[in-house]
DNA sequence: AATGAATGAGTCTTCATTCAT
DNA sequence: TATGAATGAAGACTCATTCAT
């Protein structure tokens, strides 16, 4: 029995998303290196110690954070490829959509704009696993937009991706450090403008 | 008098470069988590107390270390803004240009794709600003592509700034975390196929 | 009435004795120190808060372990006074009988020899309260002895209980810590006249 | 050249010997497990951080300990040896130097009998290799005896050792736990009549 | 200018014990 | 009785910076 309305998962467990959610914030606040464990704690409002039922160490929940946090760009980014016919449009719904990820969320823009990077190679290591899932969902639009012909034939998959990531993240970071003054979701059509025209036939 | 033979300005004294390149190797090498002052000074064969003789503090190295070797790039870029006459050029003159410094020093390139970027906020901020003159450059560029009528009229500038830039260094930072065992350089043309067909004419 | 074929004594309890026996084990698989109460807990098969139904605390846990196992020497011992006539005799068979407790419990040996010397000063303080009893028969062996002629008439009783004791425990550690390779039990002998020349008569 | 009447040894700087005797006081009137690195620095009159000059972690601070106070029981023992000619004087020595050691060092007393015995099996496993030179001299006091044939030929040397040191050590402790309330020289002869007459000729 | 010994603030993690169920 | 999730106190160690020489 897969599916049962009640579960013995660590992660189904309220405290489990409380302290997550309390990391994102203390760490949007403090900043990545100012984000004690003891602040994560009194912030979700347990015990120091309970986090340890709930995480390995530190390390453990600042990967649970990203992974909890990616997911939401990742079923973001399926739903549109299921939704939408034309490769072209699921990338402008991708920039779109991620741009609005980071736009309801301010916490969480600054986490995984700045203060994440500031973790160490191995953690970043693990990050970037968890990015993986993304970025191959990029490459399936890519694979698609080429297939109906939409996209050049000759473009490089793996350095396409790099430049749509690149651009969507570089933009993503000058908004939080701009301190997010201006309308994100309203840059998508000229970021999408100029993607598009770098990889679109004729 | 700005040309002496001799200088009394700290940066010109042979000790200051000599911490500089340490503080380069002992990053890369070490990770920026591990480069302690104490590492630093060993490398460059001078005290611990020598060091605060030519830096006011940790950070003041580190961002003395961004300062220096950014130098490069601008310069390199500066060259080519003169020696070229077409925007486009430029563009592709300067993503080659910066894939060449990083290929050609591989310490640089594990410290400023990787390691820097572990430096707190405020390290960040400070590094922003200097590479603001890199940025002012290629703003340049793009103004004068947009003038000659080689770039379409209605980009945002700013944008389309972030666009490449957010491209080369995500292309630039893939390159270094695959451990450098490609050839970068070779990826200039298609980069710059991709960035310029987003902006140009026609 | 003293004998009632049930009893509401804990010691008499099934969990009490399952409890004291998986404390064993666990301190001599994991040591003293890694001997956590949800470990015994776990191999005694009850959940942690039952431990404390049973138990004031750890130190209890431990000082029972002591006293129940120390209880196998003394019994040991005094069934030798019973049956033994001559204190030589009775000397022979105690050290013998020590070894012979210790060879057939691996478990108990490492805990009794190593571990539990690991224990605070109050801990030893009580394990030693524990201990007098089986001293008090050893002293009682070395009175008999005087008495019916076989030892020297000059003895000091406390310091030959110390010396007699010393030599066993010592001989016991030394094979403990030798990872109990060679037959302890086969010393008996040796150890017996050693021992024995330095009181008796004659 | 060996012998210089300065030294870079860090065991020869002031602050190491400091360091190992404030460790003794600590140790002993608060415990082994009371023995914070903050305590011995602060009896040491040291910064914490120094006390990382000079050991390389807590358990070196402990070891070290017992390593310089064990050298005075070796070279007491190695003056006895050049200095006696019969191997039964040698023994007797050996017991009353032994017990004036401790006697006149009440700290170290409590801290190698009592204290330093709680610590866990690594640390004793290098606590016995230092404690194997001391053995080893008496190693050779039993084999002169037996070569001068002051000793029955066929005892067996190891278990005569642990016969000699498992007493002189029951003796110590018992002295230590019973507050040091009595003169333990004072023992020598008598400890040292019956440990004799257990393995002398005749 | 140069040295390098000394400083001391700051934090993650464990685990015995409790108590609501 | 029995459970086990939650608690929270406590301590070794690092390293940027100073300052007497």
Redesign the pocket.
Known sequence: MLNRWWSKLKKD???YRQIIDAAVIVIADNGY???????I?KQA????????????????ILISVFQEKMSVFVENLQKILKESTQASEMLYRMIEGHFKVLSEDHHLAIVTQLELRQSNKDLRLKINAILKEYLDLLDEILKKGIQDGEFVEDIDIRLTRQVIFGTIDEVSTTWVMKEQKYDLVAMAPSVHQILLKGIQRG
Chains 1, 2, 3, 4 share one sequence.
Not at 33 to 39: E, F, L, N, P, T
Not at 45 to 60: M, Q, R, S
């Open positions: 467990k309220p405290k290196h100012q984000a004690q464990v003891s602040k704690a409002g347990v015990a120091d110690g309970t986090i340890y039922l709930y995480f390995k160490n530190k390390e453990d």
